[in-house]
């Protein structure tokens, strides 16, 4: 399955650059975060697989105009072909504007989250904007990433953990691909084809 992962800023690629041909082997788009509604739903409309996507730390304004033709996995498990998606969308709290939480409040996501992980036995990808706390995350406290993270990628050990928010032209010290105990973590920026 190929995988197309989106995050933080519309890739040039897929949107100035368009032809129809560039979607026709991806077999499903998942988006972390922080993109225009319209190029998700553009997307959307000429992709012939399902759009998912978490919000990012900008993403308030998918309250009045979400992307359409788009699904939101934001606090739930979505599977598609077999393959348990989590989505946990936001950053850390330092501002208060868009999309954000403290680490208790995503710890309190987390654990509404049991009952869904439960009865799925666990999930394939985990799908967040912000990082795990020390996995590439940054030192500054709106790209600083979350510790509850971590312990769930520690408790479910998911296949594959997709993230965004650090975007890559922020230095060198930043990973596209990491690993972490069983899972690959991948940073999502602008675009990067996941073969599952």
Do not use: W
Not at 16 to 27: G, M, P, T, Y
């Amino acid at each position: 399955m190929r995988i197309l992962l989106l995050a933080d800023i519309e890739s040039k690629y897929y949107y100035d650059f368009f032809e129809k041909s560039k979607l026709n082997d991806i077999d499903l788009i998942i988006s972390a975060g922080d993109l225009e509604a319209d190029y998700l739903s553009f997307l959307a409309t000429y992709a012939k697989c399902p759009v998912l996507y978490v919000k990012g730390n900008h993403d308030g304004r998918y309250d009045e105009k979400p992307p359409e033709g788009c699904i939101c996995i934001d606090d739930t498990i979505y599977v598609h072909e077999g393959i348990r998606i989590m989505g946990l969308g936001g950053s850390m709290l330092y501002n208060g504007s868009g999309c954000q939480f403290t680490e208790k409040d995503m710890q309190y996501r987390i654990l509404k989250m049991k009952p869904k992980l439960l009865m799925k036995k666990g999930i394939d990808i985990l799908v967040t904007h912000a990082p795990a706390y020390g996995l590439n995350d940054g030192d500054d406290l709106p790209h600083m990433g979350f510790k509850c993270f971590k312990k769930l990628l520690e408790k479910y050990s998911p296949k594959y953990y997709i993230h965004g928010h650090v975007h890559m032209t922020y230095g060198r010290s930043y990973k596209r691909v990491d690993t972490y105990k069983d899972t690959t973590v991948v940073n999502a920026y602008e675009r990067y084809i996941l073969e599952y």
